[in-house]
């Protein structure tokens, strides 16, 4: 039986409370009087909740590109691709995160490409959405409907999660209307599950199905603490390890999105990995989690916040950072000029440093741009949080045509038919002159490896 990580489609809330699991848990429980009798009940904390948390239905054309072999471009009239377009209709979750403004946060894949966005609440009103701005490297979506007594749910500080604290998983698994799961809260900062370019999960056992994309995570205390966006199983089914968007960092994307219309990444510039057992012995390192800076980009944020080749990022603003995964994704998830305080370890001792993010955008190029089979990925001149010389791919899409072809996100460009190529420029125009086959020179971490294009 074959199991994979799998998005799904959900109407859900998400509500948070740290609720630490020892003998005495089940006193703060919300409880429920049934004939004078007080039971243990979640029921109160629903009912407030539930009103928050819609449904999603969309209509929209998928539209498919293949590119046609030389011998048969007769049959397409002469063109080099063929194009098919499919109408389709798909079910999901969404969340009120505001009742005056009307704003719905969703999953990108349960609103992208559609065409027409309805919303319907618990009460069986319908409203026809405006998709606001997305985001699909992390997977949120914003949408507005026009507000008329609204039900918003409370945002919590995800920060605040602990492992073991109670959660409530709310949406439409398999179509199933206001289905609710509860559960525990089973690990934070999950990354490297290769669904998303920015990944730092939370991972709980609440039941959550095919249908519940886009729904909410919330603690017992009805707050909001992640956006449902995808399950690991056999088949698509639950095997109680799902994954949600924090909702500090959903709230981050939603606040970018609401103000310039799209996500405008933080930029630090570093190049880095995770720390083992083997680089820690290596560098004689004191830490055993954390982001380990292995290269600093000249004139980044980095640089200018003092950060150094070697330094150990444990913290950000007082929080933990466990990985570089977890640090790049927080880092991108936080808008262009931010400023954060940064706490590292240099050669054993402590210390903390400020720094204002750059802006990842105004150093990307949107790959379709360059050729065809790399649409799907962000090419990137260096200065990111994967940056070397070469062309970094910071942004990549998956199943996309750039994924096909093996690339993968932080794999760097370096070569093209044994050519070096230092910027995005180069590569478009050693790909404009290129024939037949194409080879791509490809760093990924400490190998490199070639990827073939077929023309």
Partial sequence: MKKGINRFVVSACLVTMSLSVNLTATAALP?????????PSLAPMIEETTPAIVSISVEGTQVSRQRVPEMFKHFFGGSDEQVQERPFKGLGSGVIID??????????????????????LTDGREFKAKKLGSDPQSDIALLKIEPDDLTAVPLADSDELRVGDFVVAIGNPFGLNQTVTSGIVSALG???LNIGGYE??????????RGNSGGALVSLRGKLVGINTAIFGPNG??????FAIPSNMMKSLVDQIIEFGEVRRGLLGILGQDIDSGLA???NLSASQGA????????SAAEKGGIQAGDIITEINGKPVNSFLELRAKVASKGAGAELELTLIRKGKTKTVEVVLGDASTNSVVAKEVHPALEGSTLTNGETEQGDDGIVVSELEARSPAASIGLKNGDVIIGINRKK???????????EDAKGVIALNVKRGLTSLYLVIRQ
Wanted: glycine share 6%; no cysteine; hydrophobic share 40%.
């Fill in 421 to 431: 190529v230092d910027t995005v420029m180069q590569l478009s125009s050693e790909l």
């Fill in 292 to 299: 380990f800076v292995s290269e600093v980009s000249p004139d």
């Fill in 99 to 120: 009742a005056d403004e009307g704003y719905v946060v969703t999953n990108n894949h349960v609103v992208d490409n559609a065409d027409q966005i309805t919303v319907k």
């Fill in 237 to 242: 089914g639950n095997v109680g390890i799902g």
């Fill in 31 to 39: 409880f429920f009087s049934n004939d004078k009798n007080e039971i």
């Fill in 190 to 192: 999950r990354s490297g």
């Fill in 281 to 283: 012995e290596a560098m």
């Fill in 200 to 209: 730092n999960f939370i991972q709980t056992d609440a039941a959550i199905n």
